[in-house]
């Protein structure tokens, strides 16, 4: 099975629509009707054809397929915030003294700020069961960076992705329990949904002094800036590409919020360009995974190759150069994957 990721379709949405009803609970960014799909679609169509700079109404939406199947989908945010306030809380450290009774304490604070103004945010990351364990779910996650890198120009320099918090078995969010709930008249979902179109509601609702993290329960303080267990391996291919966790939290579910420079994650910083030679017999390149992509915001296409690109030039049979849609002496962009540990 060959999986390839593309900008998505107007032909997407259905399929699209049945892989959004498994999202499950705290998933913000994925469009959650098939109206909210169609949207999405459009307005990635829309930004996708564009050659201005990316504004905050902007989207793109990408689609993983295999077999002809949508089973897969990622998004690009690329001017976040620069519409509407985005929140976070920023985890910080207070210290406090009495000499005179020899006794020295420490707490954390939660600060409400707005520090990923006009960042790209990358979200909405989803796979199907049938692409996990394949390798596809990198390949998507991982072929963003190099899209973002073909549009340079018209994004920001910054990426930051939210990282899903942790729930308890029962569903529930321990830290949406400990404070947003004491605030807002309405459940963790309803509030989800909201804050995905209008995050004025927040400002207006939300405590506007720090909070003491040790006032909250021990349930909620033991997930500040854990993912769920379902987005610990996304968490982790991120920081292994580049991303670090500067203790700003999601305020619904205090998820952690991770952030790089474009052009210091890895597949970025890795990647090279090369010519595409479309060849019946290609010749014996070594064992190199990469992700081999279009540079190009109108045709980007992304797939994963077993070789890399060599002195220059990559190497595609007929069928591989009509996945990506390209020629002999079309430019191409490869990045290595990086290896995990006990693989080859």
């Known amino acids: 099975m060959t999986a390839i990721v593309r900008l998505s379709e107007e032909r997407d949405i259905d399929g699209l629509f049945e892989l959004a009803k498994n999202a499950g609970t705290g998933m913000t960014t994925v469009p959650n009707s098939r109206e909210a799909i169609e949207a999405r679609v459009t307005a990635s169509i829309k930004a996708q054809a564009s050659e ?62 707005n520090d990923y103004h006009g960042y790209a945010e990358i979200g909405t990351l989803l796979v199907s069961d049938k692409a996990r364990g394949t390798g596809a779910g990198r390949l998507l996650s991982l072929s963003r960076f190099l899209f973002m890198k073909a549009i340079e120009d018209r994004i ?33 979902e309803e509030a989800d949904r909201r804050s995905a179109h209008d995050f004025r509601f927040i400002a207006d609702l939300m405590p506007k002094f720090p909070i003491y993290t040790n006032l909250l329960s021990e349930e909620a303080q033991e997930v500040l800036g854990k993912p769920h267990k379902d987005s610990a391996p996304a968490m982790n291919m991120l920081m292994a590409e580049g991303f670090t966790f500067q203790n700003c939290i999601d305020i619904f579910d205090a998820g952690p919020s991770l952030e790089a420079p474009l052009n210091l994650i890895r597949t970025v910083r890795e990647a090279e360009r090369a010519v595409v030679r479309v060849l019946d017999n290609i010749p014996t390149q070594g064992e190199r995974r990469c992700i081999v992509a279009v540079p190009d915001a109108k045709r980007f296409r992304a797939i994963l190759m077993e070789r890399g690109p060599s002195d220059g030039s990559m190497f595609l049979t007929p069928q591989e150069a009509d996945m990506l849609q390209v020629s002999s002496s079309d430019k191409v962009v490869c990045s290595p994957l990086k290896t995990r540990k006990g693989s080859r």
């Open 52 to 113: 201005e700079r990316a504004g905050p109404k902007d989207v793109f939406f990408f689609v993983l397929e295999m077999d002809g199947e949508v089973v897969g989908m990622a998004s690009i945010f690329p001017a976040l915030g620069e519409d509407r306030p985005f929140y976070s809380y920023r985890m910080s450290k207070v210290a406090a003294a009495a000499p005179e009774l020899g006794i020295q304490a420490s707490s954390d604070l939660l600060y409400l700020c």
């Open 156 to 188: 920001s320099e910054n990426v930051m992705a939210e990282i899903r918090g942790r729930f308890d078995d029962s569903g529930k969010s321990p830290f949406w329990d400990a404070i947003a709930a004491k605030f807002f008249d309405m459940t963790f």
